[in-house]
């Protein structure tokens, strides 16, 4: 399967066809796959996966799952952070839950993430491998720790670079909270719109077009948000599930794309 990216052609492994549902245009997920054992959903950014430790009273996917679709129990395989958008499994039963669990805490589950830093990369490729604690300070962030820290190992590889920005794909091998974020910083590139690792500042286009000639008070951002996608997870027995960039990542990558020259 070829799809387009911002420009350019990537290819990728086919879809999972499963059952497709038409959700309420609010819903901050789509459902890309279900059968009887698991589902598979595009999460929309701002919602958490499952319970907060520090806030019992946000609002929580698996409990939206369970309502909409009125299943009795939904248990939660794997999280990615509340401001990241993209793939989450979950599965309908015990045993898969089991399964799967163990899969990704062997590191037999594929990841793939479509993010967008700040700055341009001097490389083309790069692995970064610092140990990292959760939770680590009274900010609750992730830090960097070699004496204390678990394995943490995350592959790089920058798609393209724009102004000062850069478009990358990163395959994380282990699964550490904010592991993504801690390690782009690391490497002298934070996340967009990072307000815990980096800036918060949202993204404007007369921020990196030249000649820019629209009304700076009528101006929206084109991102806000933490711009991390999860795009693609791959299971033990190769089936695919693909998520596509919201739009406000897609906007943001194309208009890069126009001036990368």
Same mark, same amino acid.
């Given at each position: 399967?070829?799809?387009?990216?911002? #420009?350019?052609?990537?290819?990728?492994?086919?879809?999972? $066809? #499963?059952?497709?549902? &038409?959700?309420?245009?609010?819903?901050?997920?789509?459902?890309?796959?279900?059968? @009887?054992?698991?589902?598979?959903?595009?999460?929309?950014?701002?919602?958490?996966?499952?319970?907060? !430790?520090?806030?019992?009273?946000? @609002?929580?996917?698996? *409990?939206?799952?369970?309502?909409?679709?009125?299943?009795?129990?939904?248990?939660?395989?794997?999280?990615?952070? %509340?401001? /990241?958008?993209?793939?989450?499994?979950?599965? %309908?039963?015990?045993? /898969?839950?089991? *399964?799967? =669990?163990?899969?990704?805490?062997?590191? +037999?589950?594929? &990841?793939?993430?479509?993010?967008?830093?700040? #700055? !341009?990369?001097?490389?083309?490729?790069?692995?970064?491998?610092?140990?990292?604690?959760?939770?680590?300070? %009274?900010?609750?962030?992730?830090?960097?720790?070699?004496?204390?820290? *678990?394995?943490?190992?995350?592959?790089?590889?920058?798609?393209?670079?724009?102004? +000062?920005?850069?478009?990358? @794909?990163? &395959?994380? $091998?282990?699964?550490?909270?904010? $592991?993504?974020?801690?390690?782009?910083?690391?490497?002298?590139?934070?996340?967009?719109?990072?307000?815990?690792?980096? &800036?918060?500042?949202?993204?404007?286009?007369? =921020?990196? *077009?030249?000649?820019?000639?629209?009304?700076?008070?009528?101006?929206?951002?084109?991102?806000?948000?933490?711009?991390?996608?999860? $795009? @693609?997870?791959?299971?033990?027995?190769?089936?695919?599930?693909?998520?596509?960039?919201?739009?406000?990542?897609?906007?943001?990558?194309?208009?890069?794309?126009?001036?990368? =020259?």
């Amino acid at each position: 399967m070829i799809a387009n990216f911002a #420009g350019r052609e990537y290819r990728l492994k086919d879809r999972v $066809q #499963g059952r497709f549902s &038409k959700l309420k245009a609010k819903t901050p997920y789509s459902i890309v796959f279900e059968d @009887e054992n698991l589902i598979a959903v595009n999460k929309s950014p701002g919602i958490s996966v499952g319970g907060d !430790r520090w806030d019992e009273s946000i @609002e929580r996917l698996d *409990k939206q799952l369970q309502r909409d679709l009125t299943i009795s129990k939904i248990f939660t395989v794997h999280r990615i952070d %509340k401001e /990241t958008s993209g793939l989450v499994i979950f599965a %309908k039963d015990k045993e /898969t839950h089991k *399964k799967l =669990s163990v899969a990704f805490e062997k590191r +037999n589950i594929g &990841k793939t993430y479509i993010t967008i830093v700040h #700055g !341009r990369t001097s490389w083309k490729e790069t692995t970064c491998d610092l140990s990292l604690v959760p939770n680590g300070n %009274k900010k609750h962030q992730t830090i960097i720790d070699k004496f204390r820290g *678990k394995e943490s190992i995350t592959s790089f590889k920058c798609l393209f670079s724009a102004g +000062n920005y850069s478009v990358l @794909e990163v &395959k994380p $091998q282990t699964g550490r909270i904010h $592991q993504i974020r801690v390690h782009a910083a690391a490497l002298g590139h934070t996340v967009v719109c990072d307000a815990l690792y980096g &800036k918060e500042t949202p993204i404007k286009l007369s =921020s990196f *077009k030249r000649g820019w000639r629209g009304d700076p008070k009528e101006e929206r951002p084109l991102l806000s948000r933490l711009a991390l996608h999860a $795009q @693609e997870l791959v299971l033990p027995d190769d089936r695919t599930f693909y998520a596509p960039l919201p739009k406000d990542m897609d906007s943001l990558i194309k208009q890069l794309e126009k001036i990368k =020259s």
